[in-house]
């Protein structure tokens, strides 16, 4: 995708629009409160499941989606390993909360804190504990998407690419999670 044809400033992880465009974070929640998502919960801060968490629920399933953003360190979308180191380690990490309970135990939480920087942006905690409360009977499927403008498909190569399909192996083999997701420029 084209971070700067979508007027986001790929430097800026969260915080209101400036002379370069809008940060990630702005442009992710508002994609993603027009997705098809039923909740998104911001939880940017320390100790956050992720910047964003989606909670779909489908005919037979639930699918929650733990979104991690990060700026992009240089100005053009190539292959920098610290973008990637710490980016994969969040999408990694998330591993803890793939189980509903967590989950909602974890937004309640979060919710009731004193900073107030954890807010739902769609739907409401009701919905969340209808989507993944004990009476739910759906199957639960778990994905971790990491959002860089600094990766770029046509440039990742023989250093960023083998750190981001050992967090989609690591993942996927412990049989709670889709495969990796990335959201990168082109």
């Known amino acids: 995708m084209s971070w700067t044809?979508?007027?986001v400033n790929i430097h800026a992880e969260f915080g209101d629009r400036d002379d370069r465009g809008q940060s990630i974070h702005e442009y992710m929640r508002n994609r993603l409160v027009e997705s098809t998502a039923d909740a998104v919960f911001y939880d940017h801060g320390s100790?956050?499941?992720a910047d964003f968490v989606t909670v779909t629920t489908e005919q037979d399933l639930v699918r929650v989606a733990l979104y991690?953003?990060?700026a992009a360190s240089g100005d053009r979308p190539g292959e920098n390993l610290n973008d990637a180191y710490e980016v994969c380690g969040q999408a990694v990490k998330c591993i803890r909360w793939a189980r509903p309970r967590e989950i909602l135990e974890s937004v309640e939480r979060?919710?009731?804190r004193e900073s107030g920087?954890?807010?739902f942006e769609k739907g409401d905690i009701n919905l969340l504990q209808q989507a993944l409360g004990?009476?739910?009977?759906r199957r639960v499927v778990f994905e971790s998407v990491i959002v860089q403008p600094g990766f770029s498909r046509v440039a990742l190569g023989d250093r960023v690419g083998p750190l981001l399909a050992a967090a989609d192996e690591y993942l996927y083999e412990l049989g709670r999670f889709t495969r990796l997701r990335v959201i990168g420029s082109a």
């Open 5 to 7: 044809e979508a007027g």
């Open 47 to 49: 100790g956050e499941m």
């Open 68 to 70: 991690h953003c990060k």
């Open 110 to 112: 979060r919710l009731n």
């Open 117 to 119: 920087g954890s807010r």
């Open 134 to 137: 004990p009476t739910q009977r």
